[in-house]
């Protein structure tokens, strides 16, 4: 008896709690200032490794990273003149000029047309790198006396001692033929725009070519009010099809040629990274092959434009590119990342590519790679040692010895290193915890703080917040699965309360991390306020499990991470206070192809899901990504229709909302477009949005507001 009465005043006390606290809403989150982190922007670390520059009301000014005290200004906006207030700005080697950029106008995800000057410190004066039209990606030669650029598909220098622009190529064209930047697929696969590298010595410039005249072309329209739309045409390679021929070529300054360099005789490569090495006379250059299994680095002599083989990996599975080769100042010496073991880790190698040493080791993953610092010999990095779910900083001496845990803090810690290594920034966030920004020497000792978001911290204690439970589960096929739950801030273990389950799931993605979920976690906390427990588990084929769990699912995407969510949905099911009959699911991208599949391979477990901007066929999604992951159509038809969820509309038993921005150039709205007319052949009722002129993004005034809103409405009527 005396239990009873007991158990009965502590739900009353946390009902009165509860009733105490403020209720989260979608206005709050996606539109007032109410929840506004305030973020400690990248520093633009300047050579001298104490201090960094910022833009400070049209000014760039100076700051002591040590004590924030302002150290002067740099550079005055009133300088630019009629050339407008400019946005970026990019330093020399020597930070005696600076390259402005003004009127950015956005082209693709990464890339953008802008006009670009040159402001000289020493003479202060302003000059325009060109007046006949925006330049994309305007670069200073290492020792700041030319500067190359992107006009209208080809490239130029332009000499700023005398003020002579020379033109490079001349063959570039619109969908046709580009010289010195990427195409979309590139772009937004590798992560790359600009594919033109000066020499070490200014001498040369190297540089791709693209030739995308048989690539097929996609167009969206736009509405804006006319009569009639604007059609916006670009080249999109989808699986299996045609990609552009892309070319290396090298450009030598003094005898105004250029040359073509043949790497070797595989055909449909891609050369993803171009890298001059310490040496002005060796350039690296990436090469992979179309089913990205084997990568070579090839040392080209800039002299004789001869490619000889520095480095080849390959993989059962696929290889992934990165940015962490780095050569050492002794010239004999080079770093790189692998999964080689099985894990991501680094490693040391000489420059006739015969390995030294691995830095570091185990059943683990290094997860980003800061750099060398030389003068001590030690190797900066961060990595899931601890966790799957948490982010460390590290150092290793180049011996693979003394390796130092830089920051204590669990949850995840993300570093900025300044130039010298001599200070590094951390960013530090745990699931309840929105950013701390903190400077530390090399060492890891504390410096100061810049920002503990204290303000957010404290009012976040005003709302109903119910703090995230991190958990493992075990799949019939003895699969350990992490995931996070969030239940409603008056939890009665006594009642039955409806699920919506989160999905991204795709290769080495992870949404089961120990880190701040910025609006999407406020969201969640939301609805957790209105009776829903949330849920998000990380599937085979996420990150930070080694290359195994993460590779198991090639060649069929789609398949394991729904099976491993259909079984955490029936895990939560059998919970006592979980409502079975009333289990969702929602997704974005490649979570919305996730959702897609769940309701409908899952029928029986998923009452309803919400799939925005989802693939629904792998043969609709770009070439790079997705061949890397599933090879082509032609080599795969099996793994690409299995694991489709168009192919799967006719088991659909609940309800679901398909939402997509008809702008999108990324998963392009015919993957829902082709979605419709399966589920209208099949007979099945459901709900669509769609949003005239958004990317993938869906952003933009009131639009997440608008989609959030239409979002909750739908899990409120149907869940």
């Known amino acids: 008896m005396k239990k009873t009465i007991l158990l009965l005043c502590a739900a009353l006390i946390s009902i009165s709690v509860f009733a105490q606290k403020k209720e989260i809403t979608n206005q709050d989150i996606w539109y007032s200032p109410t929840f506004r982190a305030n973020y400690v922007p990248g520093f633009n670390f300047l050579k001298d490794g104490q201090h960094y520059s910022r833009t400070e009301a049209g000014n760039i000014v100076k700051y002591d990273i040590t004590t924030g005290e302002k150290a002067g200004t740099i550079f005055d906006g009133k300088n630019m003149g009629d050339a407008g207030e400019f946005g970026s700005y990019v330093f020399s080697d020597d930070e005696r000029k600076i390259v402005l950029e003004t009127d950015a106008k956005q082209i693709y995800r990464h890339s953008s047309l802008a006009n670009y000057h040159i402001w000289d410190r020493d003479k202060a004066s302003l000059t325009a790198v060109s007046d006949a039209g ?14 190359a650029y992107v006009q209208d598909n080809n490239l130029f220098y332009k000499n700023l001692t005398d003020g002579k622009t020379v033109q490079i190529t001349d063959d570039g064209k619109n969908n046709a033929i580009i010289n010195g930047v990427t195409d979309w697929v590139y772009e937004e696969e590798f ?77 449909d490569m891609y050369i993803p990274r ?55 100042e002794d010239g004999k010496h080079f770093i790189w990342t692998s999964e080689q073991d099985g894990y991501n880790h680094i490693y040391l190698y000489n420059m006739k590519g015969k390995l030294e040493k691995q830095l570091t080791k185990g059943k683990f993953e290094v997860t980003n790679f800061y750099g060398v610092d030389e003068v001590n010999g030690l190797v ?133 991390q120990n880190s701040w979920g910025g609006a999407n976690y406020l969201w969640y906390q939301s609805l957790a306020q209105q009776g829903y427990i949330i849920v998000s588990v990380d599937n085979r084929g996420t990150g930070a499990r080694g290359e195994e769990f993460k590779k198991m699912t090639y060649q069929q995407l789609g398949k394991y991470e729904t099976m491993d969510q259909i079984e955490a949905a029936k895990w939560l099911a059998k919970k006592s206070f ?64 299995d694991n489709s969820p168009i192919n799967h509309v006719e ?69």
């Open 578 to 641: 979980v409502d079975a009959g009333r289990i969702g699911i929602w997704g974005w991208s490649y979570g919305g192809y996730m959702s897609s599949l769940c309701l409908f391979k899952g029928s029986d477990v998923f009452k309803t899901a919400i799939a925005v901007a989802p693939v629904t066929n792998w043969k609709w999604y770009d070439t790079i990504y997705t061949e890397r992951f599933m090879r082509t159509p032609q080599e795969n038809r099996d793994g690409y229709e």
């Open 274 to 328: 171009l890298k001059w090495t310490k040496d002005a006379n060796q350039l690296c250059v990436f090469q992979i092959n179309r089913h990205q299994n084997e990568l070579d680095l090839f040392l080209v002599n800039a002299k004789r434009g001869k490619a000889k083989s520095l480095l080849n990996e390959k993989n059962k599975y696929y290889v992934d590119i990165h940015d962490n080769l780095t050569f050492l």
């Open 191 to 267: 992560g790359i725009v600009r594919v033109f590298e000066w020499s070490p010595d200014g001498s040369r410039i190297a540089f791709l070519r693209s030739d995308e005249s048989q690539v097929k072309e996609f167009t969206m329209p736009m509405y804006k009010g006319e009569l009639y739309p604007e059609y916006v045409t670009f080249k999109y390679p989808k699986a299996g099809e045609d990609n552009a021929l892309v070319t290396l070529h090298m450009y030598d300054l003094k005898k105004d040629k250029t040359k073509k360099i043949k790497l070797n005789d595989k055909p």
């Open 134 to 147: 925006k330049q994309r990606n305007a670069t200073l030669s290492p020792d700041g006396s030319k500067i």
């Open 380 to 512: 900066y990095y961060q990595a899931a040692e601890e966790s799957p779910m948490n982010r460390e900083v590290y150092s290793v001496d180049l011996k693979g010895k003394n390796k130092q845990k830089l920051c204590k803090q669990e949850g995840s810690n993300r570093a900025q290193f300044s130039k010298t290594f001599d200070y590094f920034v951390n960013t530090h966030t745990a699931a309840n915890t929105p950013g701390t920004y903190t400077v530390h020497d090399g060492r890891g000792k504390l410096v100061r703080t810049i920002e503990d978001n204290q303000p957010l911290k404290e009012k976040l204690t005003e709302y109903a917040i119910s703090l995230p439970e991190f958990f493992e589960m075990k799949t019939s096929e003895n699969v350990k699965l992490n995931g996070w739950m969030i239940k409603p801030p008056n939890f009665d273990r006594s009642k039955k309360y409806p699920v919506l389950m989160y999905v991204y799931g795709g290769p080495g993605s992870q949404t089961v």
């Open 651 to 719: 088991k659909m038993k609940g309800t679901y909302l398909l939402i997509h921005g008809m702008a999108d150039d990324n998963v392009h709205a015919q993957n829902s477009y082709e979605m419709i007319n399966a589920l209208i052949a099949a007979n099945k009722q459901f709900d669509t949005y769609f949003y005239p002129n958004r990317n993938h993004g869906i952003y933009g005034g009131v639009t997440r507001l608008h989609l959030f809103d239409k979002m909750t409405d739908f899990i409120l009527k149907n869940l």
